[in-house]
C-alpha cells in the first residue's frame, strides 16, 4: 500500500457508482431520475435561507440532462473539527451518486498524531493521485497557500475546485464555502455587546490571534474588536498561547489585573475560549460575562453551568454539503448560473455560511440538532 494509502482512508466504503441507472437504460430515462435530497428535521438551528439556496441549486440541476462526473472531496482529517464536513460531504454525494451524476469519494487523513506538514505533503500527493485517477471536480479543505499550486495546477487542467472552510484567495478555485472571518467576529462581538454594561465603559479582554501569520485569525478577532471599540469600549487582545493552556491563563490573569479601565467582559474567538472562564476565576471574577466560539466538550459543559452566556458555531456539515453539489452545478448548469444561484449567500466568489449563535440555555437543544444531522463534534 502507498504511503497516501496508509493515512489517507475513505469516509465512504465504497465508490458511488451510479446504481439507479444501469446501463441498459435509455438517455431519456437518466435524464428524468431527479435528485432527492435526504430531508432534515425541523429544528430552530436549520440555516433556513442555506437551505432554500441549496433546493434552489438542486432545482436548477433537475432540470438539465444527467451528466456523469467523478468529484473528489479531500479534507484535512476526518476526524474531530472536520467530522461534520465529512457527513455533509458524504450525503451530498450519496444523493449525487444514487440519481447518478457523480462517481468518487470523500477522503481524509485518520491519522490523529500527524504534524501539519506532514498532511500538507499528504494531501499535495493526494490532489495528483485523483487528478491522475479522472477527477473531474474537486472539493477541498485545503492547508493554505502550501499546496496552492498543486491546486492551480489541476484547476489548469480544467478541474473545478472548491476550497472549503480555508481560504485560497490567491488560487484559482472557483469559490470558498465557510464564515467570512471578520463578519463571524462581528457577529461575536455584538452578543456580548449585548451583555455589557450599558454605561459603555470599562475593557474587554479578546482571548484571540494578532500573530500575521493567521489571516483568518487576526480578522476573525480584528471584527470583533471593532464592534466594540465602536461601542465605546477599550479593547486588550491577548494573543492566544495555544499549545500551553497554563501558561495562557497566567498571562490573561495579569492582563485582566493590570487592565485600566478594569475588564468588564471577555470573549474567546477560537475552540480554546472556555480558558476566559480560567482567567475570570484566576482573578476571582466569575461574574465577568464570557461569550465563546466555537463547540469543544469544556465550553459546553461551562455553557451548562452558566459561566458561558453564549458561543458561535460554524456550519460544517453545510461546508461538506454544498461542495459537491456546488461541483456538480459547474459542470451541469455552468459556472455563471451556479453563481447566480448562489448570490443570497455570495461576498465576490465566497459563500459565507455564517455562524449559529447558540445561547447558553440551549446548548443540549443544539447537541441534539447536531446529533440529528449526523454533525456531532
Given at each position: ?15 458511488l ?20 435530497r ?16 441549496i ?21 484535512k482529517?476526518?476526524n474531530?473539527?472536520f ?7 458524504n ?42 485517477e ?88 480584528q ?10 469600549y ?12 497554563a501558561?495562557d ?44 466560539f ?32 456546488i ?51
Open positions: 500500500m502507498t504511503m497516501i494509502g496508509r493515512n489517507w482512508a475513505a469516509a465512504i466504503g465504497l465508490m457508482m451510479t446504481a439507479a441507472c444501469g446501463e441498459s437504460d435509455t438517455d431519456e430515462a437518466r435524464a428524468a431520475t431527479p435528485i432527492k435526504t430531508p432534515l428535521p425541523q429544528n430552530e438551528f436549520v440555516p433556513v435561507k442555506i437551505e432554500a439556496t433546493d434552489k441549486l438542486v432545482a436548477e440541476i433537475n432540470k438539465s440532462s444527467v451528466q456523469t462526473m467523478q468529484i473528489a472531496v479531500l479534507l482529517s476526518l474531530d473539527f467530522a461534520p464536513i465529512a457527513t455533509g460531504a450525503r451530498a454525494m450519496g444523493e449525487l451518486g444514487v440519481s447518478g451524476r457523480v462517481t468518487g469519494n470523500v477522503l481524509g487523513s485518520t491519522n490523529a498524531s500527524a504534524d501539519q506538514e506532514q498532511l500538507m505533503k499528504l494531501q499535495t500527493e493526494q490532489i495528483k493521485q485523483v487528478v491522475d479522472g477527477a473531474e471536480g474537486i472539493a477541498i479543505t485545503p492547508f493554505g497557500e502550501g499546496n496552492a499550486a498543486a491546486i492551480d495546477e489541476a484547476i489548469a487542467k480544467g478541474i473545478p475546485v472548491v476550497a472549503l472552510d480555508t481560504e485560497l484567495a490567491r488560487s484559482k478555485r472557483a469559490f470558498y464555502i465557510g464564515i467570512l472571518s471578520e463578519s463571524a467576529g462581528a457577529t461575536a462581538g455584538n452578543t456580548l455587546l449585548e451583555m455589557l454594561p450599558a454605561g459603555r465603559t470599562g475593557t474587554v479582554l479578546i482571548h484571540g490571534w494578532a500573530d500575521p501569520s493567521w489571516a483568518d485569525g487576526v480578522k476573525r478577532t471584527g470583533a474588536r471593532d464592534v466594540l471599540e465602536e461601542a465605546g477599550d479593547v486588550l487582545v491577548h494573543q492566544s498561547i495555544y499549545d500551553d493552556e501558561r491563563i497566567e498571562v490573561m490573569k495579569g492582563e485582566i489585573e493590570d487592565a485600566d479601565p478594569p475588564v468588564v467582559g471577555l470573549m474567546g474567538m477560537f475552540s480554546d475560549s472556555y480558558r476566559c472562564v480560567l482567567a475570570a476565576d484566576a482573578v476571582d471574577a466569575p461574574e465577568l460575562p464570557v461569550v465563546a466555537d463547540f469543544a466538550p469544556q465550553t459546553a459543559d461551562y455553557m451548562r453551568q452558566g459561566r458561558i452566556k453564549a458561543t458561535h458555531v460554524q456550519r460544517q456539515y453545510y461546508e461538506g454539503y454544498l461542495g459537491p453539489y461541483v456538480y452545478g459547474i459542470k451541469s448548469i455552468g459556472l455563471d448560473a451556479t453563481k447566480k444561484i448562489l448570490a443570497p449567500q455570495l461576498v465576490g466568489d465566497q459563500f459565507d455560511l455564517g455562524v449559529d449563535v447558540v445561547p447558553s440555555g440551549k446548548v443540549d437543544a443544539y447537541i441534539n440538532f447536531l446529533d440529528e444531522i449526523g454533525a456531532e463534534q
